[in-house]
């Protein structure tokens, strides 16, 4: 008799055990889960997060390419108004002495001009008159290459 007491002990025993580990297990088994949601989420989260980037370093190199292509084409205009600056050893100050009035309405002229060419180098829209103009007389003399995108030099 005291064997199988003894026995049936062992077994209530291993029973126990058994349900309890059961249990344990259950319990890893749900932090595991709620552990793999959150992995996910958080998988899902840098995905999204690495296509912005992306994205966002997409649009700086096309920005970047847009500049440089604006730089170039400021470039050939200043390389063009060094030329009419410098023909036939020009020296403007003896001409603005000579020529005063003249001399100050190209400068002021010019200056205006200049000043629109900035703006729209700064991110300004183009007017009407600036887009449609195609004949020398119409368009923006200082930057006619980003002033003037329908005028076509001969």
Excluded: H, W
Excluded at 71 to 84: A, G, T
Excluded at 123 to 128: F, K, Q, R, V
């Amino acid at each position: 008799m005291g064997i199988r007491l003894f026995f049936i002990g062992l077994i209530a025993t291993a029973l126990a055990g058994g349900g309890f580990y059961v249990m344990k297990l259950q319990k890893d088994n749900a932090i595991l889960k709620a552990n793999a949601i959150k992995m996910e989420s958080a998988i899902a989260d840098q995905k999204t997060l690495i296509e912005n980037q992306k994205k966002d370093f997409q649009e700086i190199l096309d920005a970047n390419k847009k500049m440089n292509e604006l730089v170039s084409v400021l470039k050939k205009d200043l390389e063009d108004l060094d030329k009419r600056f410098n023909k036939k050893n020009r020296d403007v100050g003896k001409l603005a002495i000579a020529k005063t009035k003249s001399i100050e309405r190209i400068t002021n002229g010019a200056s205006a001009l200049a000043t629109r060419c900035i703006e729209i180098a700064s991110g300004s829209p183009l007017t009407e008159a600036e887009i449609n103009a195609t004949k020398k007389s119409e368009i923006n003399s200082e930057c006619p290459s980003i002033a003037n995108p329908n005028y076509i030099p001969y």
